[in-house]
C-alpha cells in the first residue's frame, strides 16, 4: 500500500526512451495513482490474487507475467532488492526473457543495460534480445525526477491462480 521511494528513479530511468509506462500493483492501486502519475505512469495495472497467495512468488510471478503477456509489454523493470531478486528471474522464466540484474544503466534504444561484475572490479554492457526483455534495476541507481502525467486503472484478475500444484 506504499511505494517504495527507489522505484521513482525506476520509472524515470525507463521514461528515457518514447515508451507507454505501465505499473504492475499487487492489489488495490487507487491509493497510489498520484503518486504514480507525477512520475510519468500513464497505465496502472491493479494484479488482484487470492488472498492466500498474494506473498507466495511462484503465483505473484506467474500473476505478472501472464500481465505482461496480456498487455503486451515488451520491456520489464524491476528493482533488483531481495524480492526483485526472488521474482524477476521467475519472471523472466515464465515471459521465456533474457534477464539482466543489478542494471545501474539501461539505453532501450539498444536494449542494452550497464551492470558491474567481479565485485564491481568491472563494468559490462549487455545487450539482450527477444520479444520480452527483463531488467533488475540497482536500488537507487537513479535520481527520481518527476514528470506528471495521467493514468488510467485497470484491473487483471489472477485470482484463478492459486499455489495448490496444479493450476500454477
Keep these: 500500500e506504499k511505494i ?10 525507463a521514461r528515457a526512451g518514447d515508451t507507454r509506462l505501465f505499473a504492475l500493483v499487487m492489489g488495490a492501486a487507487s491509493s497510489l495513482k498520484k503518486e504514480l502519475e507525477s512520475y510519468g505512469i500513464t497505465k496502472i495495472v ?25 498487455h503486451e509489454i515488451s520491456v520489464v523493470f524491476g528493482l533488483a532488492t531481495a524480492q526483485g531478486k526472488d521474482l524477476l528471474p521467475r519472471i523472466a522464466a515464465l515471459a521465456d526473457a533474457p534477464l539482466v ?30 520479444d520480452v526483455l527483463v531488467f533488475g534495476i540497482r536500488p537507487n541507481a537513479v535520481d527520481p525526477v518527476p514528470s506528471p502525467a495521467a493514468a488510467e486503472i485497470m484491473i487483471f484478475d489472477g485470482t484463478h491462480l492459486v499455489s495448490d500444484g496444479f493450476r500454477v
Design 46 to 70: 491493479s494484479v488482484l490474487l487470492p488472498e492466500n497467495d498474494q506473498n507466495n512468488p511462484v503465483v505473484r510471478a506467474k500473476a505478472v507475467a501472464e500481465a505482461i503477456k496480456f
Design 4 to 13: 517504495k521511494e527507489t522505484n521513482f528513479g525506476m520509472i524515470t530511468l
Design 101 to 130: 540484474m543489478d542494471c545501474f544503466d539501461v539505453d532501450l534504444e539498444k536494449n542494452m543495460a550497464m551492470t558491474s561484475q567481479y565485485s564491481g572490479k568491472t563494468m559490462a554492457r549487455i545487450r539482450l534480445t527477444g
